[in-house]
């Protein structure tokens, strides 16, 4: 398995990158990516950006580097929004962005402030209070609910869960199960079929069911040639 948190474009004379985030798990960040409109093929295929797939909205190889979250190209200024050159990519303009930052504000406090380890993208509220500190495998923390804390462990490779002092006995240990039935960024919609995008239980249930079937092929196999 290749730990990529940069996938470069393969479109000729392309300078295209989606950058993730350092601490994603391995193969999120072609994950996001894909969400974000790159095609990320598998074996031997291409790695395209949004502008470079022959089936996207994209106006040919990003040339010139911005700042565009999708595909670092050069963004220009329009009346409403700044749009990158390349994929087209738009977003709001800083001050549209203070207000929505406000009125974001606003809507969490009415809604209640979310815990720290909610993911920006994550879109449910906190399951109730502050119960546990999520650790990466940097020791880096967020403390958060039990909701948006097994959601984070599960997203995190090599990231381990500790109770807070005046959280109720077991709480770690549940968190810690909570999360191995979900799936990495679980708020991302679409089909989930590499290992990366699955939950640790589905990765063990695949594991076991393969086991099972070479199990099987080895006993027909040694039977097969007792009997002959
Ligand atoms: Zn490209
Ligand atoms: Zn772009
Ligand atoms: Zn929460």
Not at 30 to 59: Q, V
Not at 187 to 211: I, N, Y
Request: proline share 8%; net charge negative.
């Amino acid at each position: 398995m290749t730990y990529r948190r940069t996938i470069t474009c393969d479109g000729g004379g392309c300078l295209a990158l989606f950058i993730g985030r350092p601490q994603w798990a391995a193969d999120a960040a072609k994950f996001a990516a894909m969400r974000a409109g790159w095609r990320c093929g598998g074996l031997g295929s291409p790695d395209l950006c949004p502008s470079c797939r022959p089936d996207g909205t994209g106006r040919g190889p990003v040339l010139e580097r911005g700042e565009c979250p999708v595909c670092t190209g050069r963004q220009r200024e329009l009346a409403e929004v700044t749009e990158c050159m390349y994929c087209g990519h738009q977003e709001p303009h800083p001050a549209d962005d203070e207000a929505e930052d406000q009125a974001d504000d606003q809507a969490a406090g009415e809604a209640g402030t979310r815990c720290p380890a909610a993911h920006p993208e994550d879109p449910t509220p906190c399951s109730g209070p502050v119960v546990v500190t999520v650790l990466d495998a940097q020791n880096h923390g967020a403390k958060g609910c039990t909701r948006h804390g097994s959601r984070l462990l599960a997203s995190l490779d090599g990231a381990r869960v500790v109770g807070l002092p005046d959280a109720p006995a077991g709480t770690a240990v549940r968190v810690f199960k909570l999360a191995d039935g979900i799936r990495p960024f679980p708020w991302l919609t679409g089909p989930r079929v590499r290992e990366a995008e699955l939950s640790r239980a589905e990765v063990r249930q695949q594991a076991a069911g393969t086991l099972a079937e070479l199990a099987d092929d080895a006993h027909r196999n040694v039977r097969g040639g007792a009997g002959d």
